[in-house]
């Protein structure tokens, strides 16, 4: 069984898939206290599948950028369960390019204060690094990259159908260290 967890940009997200098959889903918007609800909401969604955590043998993970709690959150537990059973799979992949999908995209979260995090991708291969920028900055990439679709803040971001399409493109950590978040935010 595997579960993917999104907690970074103020939905929790969560989906469990077994072999090829989505068996459950659940999509909670505007979460600002992520903290407070995902243990309980995991546990909720494995209860109701009849599942405990131990039947869970991959993680997918975004981890990052996004809300700096949010981040920890989805990080500390499956670092934690990896530490509990270090036979456990888990699988990264960053914020920006799990909203990107395999399309040509600008993608673009949040950062606050009048700035953005921000990657360009074509098929999840990042021509622009994943950065923060400034509204100025973003409004001069939209401009290089014209032909390229925006994508902001997860709003039409199918989840089941991307996680679907990018499982395979998660990249497996296999040491607890490598579970680390992406930070990128530039305090000056």
């Keep these: 069984m595997k579960l993917f967890i999104d907690t970074c940009n103020w939905k929790l997200v969560l989906i469990l898939k077994k072999d090829d098959q989505i068996v459950d889903s659940l999509i909670l918007p505007d979460t600002k206290k992520v903290s407070d609800i995902v243990l309980s909401t995991i546990t909720m969604l494995l209860s109701k599948n009849n599942l405990k955590i131990n039947d869970i043998e991959e993680f997918y993970l975004t981890n990052g950028p996004g809300s700096y709690t949010g981040v920890r959150v989805g990080l500390t537990i499956v670092k934690t369960l990896k530490t509990l059973n270090n036979e456990i799979k888990v699988y990264l992949m960053n914020s920006l390019a799990f909203q990107a999908s395999n399309d040509k995209i600008i993608s ?73 978040p992406l930070y990128i935010k530039n305090f000056i």
Excluded: C
């Excluded at 700035?115 to 939209?142: A, F, H, R, W």
């Design 108 to 180: 673009v979260l949040d950062a606050r204060g009048n700035k953005y995090y921000l990657g360009v991708y074509e098929n999840q291969k990042p021509l622009i690094k994943e950065t923060v920028v400034s509204l100025e900055e973003l409004e001069d990439i939209k401009k290089t990259y014209n032909d390229f679709i925006i994508k902001k803040d997860n709003e039409s971001v199918d989840y089941l159908e991307t996680f679907n399409l990018l499982e395979d493109k998660f990249i497996l950590v296999n040491e607890i260290e490598e579970i680390s």
